[in-house]
């Protein structure tokens, strides 16, 4: 099935954990999901959540996600976008044009079997780490083209696990706590133009 949410506005009311809208998009099961020109906002704990298990592809387009507030009764990869497929799940994902602002935790959380392409791009603003791509339990792939990762509390891009890897090209990390953090064989590899 192919789902497309077009144009909408789609707001937690405020994103207190457990009083208001948890997920702004909840992503189950589909065999591809747009989100275009869409402003997702006030949720407890993700904005775009997504735990398939199949094989997905994911489009954000022209989307403004802000002011998620993860804390009591969130869990550890709640973030604007949450990409973390279950067990026989991928995510094939392609963001453009996409703001992430004022979010708790992570602003975009790729683990596992993900592969994804974030570009014309801005994360800032979250209060933990911009971009986090964990290959711990598969190959978790992100290429960062043209896009700014700036003024975070905590790192700009963390890479972890063996399966992890983040290309930069055209990119801006900048003003974060600390820009570029790699651990446990992850990989973090500069077209040389950032």
């Keep these: 099935d192919t789902v497309v949410l077009r144009g909408l506005s ?3 009311s405020g994103g207190t954990p457990g009083i208001n809208g948890l ?3 909840r992503i189950l099961q589909a065999g591809a999901v747009r989100i275009e020109n869409c402003d997702i906002q006030g949720f407890g704990e993700s ?4 735990a398939n298990t199949a094989a997905l592809k994911l489009t954000v387009q022209d989307t403004v996600i802000e002011n998620t507030v993860a804390g009591a009764g969130a869990t550890a990869n709640d973030a604007g976008i949450s990409l973390v497929p279950g067990v026989g799940g991928s ?4 963001f453009d044009r996409v703001r ?5 935790q992570f602003g ?6 993900v592969r994804a392409v974030l570009r014309d791009s801005v994360i800032s603003g979250v209060t933990g780490t911009a971009l986090q791509v964990d290959g711990s339990s598969g190959s978790a792939q992100v290429l960062v083209d043209n896009s700014s990762l700036v003024e975070n509390s905590v790192n700009g891009i963390f890479v972890t696990g ?3 890897t983040v290309r930069l090209y055209r990119s801006v990390v900048s003003g974060n706590a600390q820009g570029l953090l790699n651990a446990n064989s992850g990989q ?5 133009g950032n």
């Design 10 to 12: 789609i707001n937690g």
């Design 23 to 25: 997920n702004g998009v």
């Design 47 to 50: 904005a775009i959540d997504v």
């Design 91 to 94: 995510v094939r994902a392609h």
């Design 100 to 104: 992430l602002h004022g979010i708790n």
């Design 108 to 113: 975009i959380n790729a683990v596992g079997n």
């Design 162 to 164: 063996a399966g992890a």
């Design 188 to 192: 973090i590899i500069s077209f040389g």
